[in-house]
């Protein structure tokens, strides 16, 4: 199991920016994609990005795309979400977790399964 810490949540107006920081003090932290996955009142939960041990990206479509990006610092030991042009729509709870199995076609990463999971960070958009 590897523990997981969410940071970087909060109150932020619409059309503003936040960075999650997804961070481990497991030493095998590098060694997984990991992906954030947010859960919204009313709404299913939803994947909004993944990223591999190689830094390899899958893109998404619908609502996030274009807006979020994710990167990893592999010296500390961190996956970031950057979030730009927030709307109330992105409120929610964002978690990352440890990805249970990637695959790769078209040149873009599959990520499947949730394995380790952190306690979430909460961020909220207001209008």
């Known amino acids: 199991q590897v523990p997981i810490v969410e940071s970087g949540g909060g109150l932020v107006h619409a059309g503003g920016s936040l960075r999650l920081s997804c961070t481990s003090s497991?030493?095998?932290?590098?060694?997984?994609?990991i992906t954030w996955v947010r859960q919204a009142p009313g709404k299913e939960r939803e994947g909004v990005s993944c990223?591999?041990?190689?830094?390899?990206?899958?893109r998404y479509e619908g609502p996030v795309k274009g807006r979020f990006t994710t990167s990893r610092d592999a010296a500390k030991r961190t996956v970031y979400l950057d979030m730009k042009n927030l709307n109330p729509e992105d409120t929610g709870v964002y978690y990352c977790?440890?990805?249970?199995?990637?695959?790769?076609?078209?040149?873009?990463?599959?990520?499947?399964?949730?394995?380790?999971w952190g306690q979430g960070t909460q961020v909220t958009v207001s209008s």
């Open positions: 977790a440890t990805v249970a199995s990637t695959s790769y076609f078209g040149g873009n990463l599959r990520c499947d399964g949730y394995q380790d």
């Open positions: 497991d030493l095998t932290f590098n060694n997984y994609a």
């Open positions: 990223i591999g041990a190689n830094d390899r990206i899958t």
